[in-house]
């Protein structure tokens, strides 16, 4: 059983870089076995798929996101990481990372989330 | 406003039958296997349903996935006052080349 758990600073000011880690047990990010992911929630909307990574390194970004977004990976540390740069108020929401089953076709496992505050 | 359109709320009574929707297009319902997540007041959401409607182990039989055309649809049979959560759907979609998922709908076991 896979387990997720973000972490990262909740008050982000505007135009700075949001960063969150994703740390991983129960399994490994050099595995293949998952695509990893980060998946947001804005307040009262619905999710909106962030991006992912592969154990390769090889990233997948939400076109509309993926000017200012970097996801990377630390293997030694087993975590895998977000950077969303120029951040706006916009950009507040309630921030996930999550598992993607190898085929990519669904999300087997879900981080709790943590809210990132985007406030001067 | 969200690519795939769910109801945002159902409700009805214990031992009942209940479906909610998933609505949304040729470039994804139709052409992509469909998932479903349910989320529990206060908790992660949890995979219910993968390849249109298949159940990983330990999801009871009483939840059920289907896909026609371009909507899908999560049957939960025998309603449990725990099954009180958020259900949301979700896809790839070929044009966006991005996942995309329904608004959520609220289910309440009264």
């Known amino acids: 059983q896979v387990q997720l758990q973000e972490s990262g600073p909740g008050l982000v000011k505007p135009s700075q870089t949001l960063s969150l880690t994703c740390s991983v047990s129960g399994g490994s990010v050099s595995s293949g076995h998952h695509y990893w992911s980060w998946i947001r929630q804005h307040p009262g909307k619905g999710l909106e798929w962030i991006g992912y990574i592969y154990y390769n390194g090889n990233t997948y970004y939400n076109p509309s996101l993926k000017s200012r977004l970097t996801i990377s990976m630390d293997a030694s540390k087993n975590q895998f990481s977000l950077k969303l740069n120029s951040v706006t108020a916009a950009d507040t929401a309630v921030y996930s990372c999550a598992a993607f089953d190898s085929s990519g076709y669904e999300v087997e496992y879900w981080g709790q989330g943590t809210l990132v505050t985007v406030s001067s | 406003q969200s690519v795939l359109t769910q109801p945002p709320s159902v409700s009805a009574t214990p031992g009942q039958k209940v479906t909610i929707s998933c609505s949304g297009s040729?470039?994804?319902?139709?052409?992509?296997?469909v998932s479903w997540y349910q989320q529990l007041p206060g908790t992660a959401p949890k995979l219910l349903i993968y390849?249109?409607?298949k159940r990983p182990s330990g999801i009871p039989d009483r939840f059920s996935g289907s896909r026609s055309g371009t909507s899908a649809t999560l049957g939960i049979t025998g309603l449990q006052t725990e099954d009180e959560a958020d259900y949301f759907c979700g896809t790839w979609d070929s044009s966006l080349s991005a996942w995309v998922f329904g608004g959520g709908t609220k289910l309440t076991v009264l």
């Open positions: 390849g249109n409607y």
């Open positions: 040729s470039s994804n319902i139709a052409n992509n296997y």
